[in-house]
């Protein structure tokens, strides 16, 4: 038994566009320990949300193989896929996606009321989660009043709440000033030292990128893997 949280083999995805194929993922290879946390950088269009959806089950390569927790996730059905991100997965976005007429911690609660979770015992969890992330005293705020950092903390507070073993964090900071967005990479390195999460995140910021030990440049549909530390 591995611990592998990602395994992808030979990882190809194209798109017909008329005429066209294009081929966005050209055989990526890739794998992540439990724990471990990765950067993705790369050029616009060079497929990092290409690569994240697949990740995430959202959508399936055209050849390959890709592992989440063991599991060949192209080979659920989209029911089982729909379980398998509830149990499994956090997903979190460059626009927080909150739903702006429930409070902070409704929101947070939100998934564990789908995995079916009384609303007594979502609501405990969700308050906890939302303490993880140094926002107890907002959750009865609604979205529209919190700061944009304050939103991407309750995301990640949603994101977490059910415990994933694995994150997947698309340009999470694309909307906030620098001070922010290194404000939220520290956060998810310490929810990465105490709950052992791994995340996958999507930035353009090479020191952010940094910041999360892996980094995997994606060019030309194939990704080349470097270990972080040495951005000056
Ligand atoms: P990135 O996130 O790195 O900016 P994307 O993964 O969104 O890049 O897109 C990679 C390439 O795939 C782009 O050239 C884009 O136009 C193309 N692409 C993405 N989704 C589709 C789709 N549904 N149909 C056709 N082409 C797509
Ligand atoms: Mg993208």
């Not at 997903?91 to 009384?118: C, T």
């Not at 309750?154 to 001070?179: F, S, Y």
């Not at 998810?188 to 910021?205: A, G, P, Q, R, Y």
């Amino acid at each position: 038994m591995n611990d592998f949280v990602i395994e992808c083999e030979k990882l190809s995805k194209s798109y017909q566009d008329g005429e066209n194929q294009v081929e966005v993922l050209k055989g990526v290879n890739l794998k992540l320990t439990q724990g471990e946390m990765l950067a993705i950088v790369g050029s616009s269009g060079s497929g990092k949300s290409t690569l994240l959806h697949i990740l995430g089950t959202l959508d399936s390569q055209t050849d390959g193989v890709a592992k989440i927790k063991g599991q060949r996730v192209a080979e659920l059905s989209r029911k089982e896929q729909a379980k398998f991100r509830n149990q499994h997965l956090g997903f979190i976005y460059q626009f927080h996606h909150l739903l702006m007429e429930f409070n902070a911690v409704e929101n947070v609660a939100m998934p564990l009321l789908i995995k079916g979770q009384s609303a007594k015992e979502a609501n405990i969890h969700a308050l906890a989660m939302l303490d993880k992330v140094g926002l107890s005293h907002r959750s009865l705020h609604k979205p529209s009043a919190l700061s944009g950092g304050e939103r991407q903390r309750v995301a990640i507070a949603r994101a977490l709440v059910t415990n994933p073993a694995l994150v997947l964090a698309d340009e999470p900071t694309g909307n906030l000033d620098k001070q922010n967005a290194i404000k939220i990479y520290d956060l998810i390195k310490e929810l990465n030292n105490t709950l052992n999460t791994s995340f996958v995140v999507v930035t353009h910021d090479l020191e952010l990128a940094d910041k999360l030990g892996k980094i995997a440049y994606l060019d030309e549909g194939k990704i080349a893997i470097k270990e972080s530390g040495y951005v000056a």
